[in-house]
């Protein structure tokens, strides 16, 4: 899948810049974690202002700092079942505060705000929790529920463009499609593996 190989692509180009730039770091993964939930805080805080382009490359960096967690704890040995944990919740908080801050956004500083505009940020945050939730349903009984036509990667950088360029219609457009897409992929796929359980 194109969404795959772009995820493994910027993962890769994310963590032999974190171990060049911060393997000698004295910080837990936990800490890059962290770090980029209170940047999100503040990408909000942006948008609230009315920054959006501002926003959007805080945004950019913020989601740099959720790639290196992994990158640092493997080359520190410091893996842990929690530490993947508290990175897969933080993602998800991160992700629904960006989509809280486009609604604030939208209706302060826009005339573009209206139920329908509301639908279609309920429309493409659910999509991505929903792209999010299967995978992580999907693994704890056995499945492969990763793939979709787009990933959390892509979901970053339609975001980040559409903050950006101020076209931030057609990125929510894109969003509410291509996530709902994409869950629809993973359970199709899950459903195609559980097959094999009955043959």
Not at 68 to 80: E, H, T, W
Not at 109 to 138: E, K, M, V
């Amino acid at each position: 899948m194109v969404s795959r190989k772009l995820e493994e692509k910027i993962r890769s180009l994310s963590e032999r810049a974190a171990l060049s730039l911060l393997g000698k770091v004295q910080v837990t993964p936990d800490f890059f974690t962290l770090m980029s939930l209170l940047l999100t805080c503040i990408v909000v805080w942006l948008l609230a202002q009315g920054l959006l382009g501002w926003a959007g490359l805080l945004f950019l960096f913020a989601s740099a700092f959720d790639m290196v967690d992994g990158a640092v704890a493997r080359s520190k040995g410091l893996v842990r079942p929690f530490g993947a944990f508290l990175d897969s919740t933080i993602d998800r908080y991160s992700e629904m505060l960006v989509f809280f801050g486009l609604l604030l956004y939208t209706y302060l500083h826009t005339s573009a705000f209206s139920p329908l505009y509301a639908l279609l940020i309920f429309i493409a945050s659910h999509g991505s929790l929903l792209t999010s939730y299967i995978r992580a349903r999907a693994e704890t009984l056995g499945f492969d529920g990763r793939g979709g036509i787009i990933e959390r990667p892509g979901r970053v950088i339609i975001l980040a463009f559409g903050m950006l360029s101020g076209w931030l219609t057609v990125a929510l457009v894109s969003l509410a499609i291509l996530t709902q897409v994409a869950a629809l992929q993973r359970f199709a796929f899950v459903w195609r593996q559980s097959r094999t359980d009955y043959l």
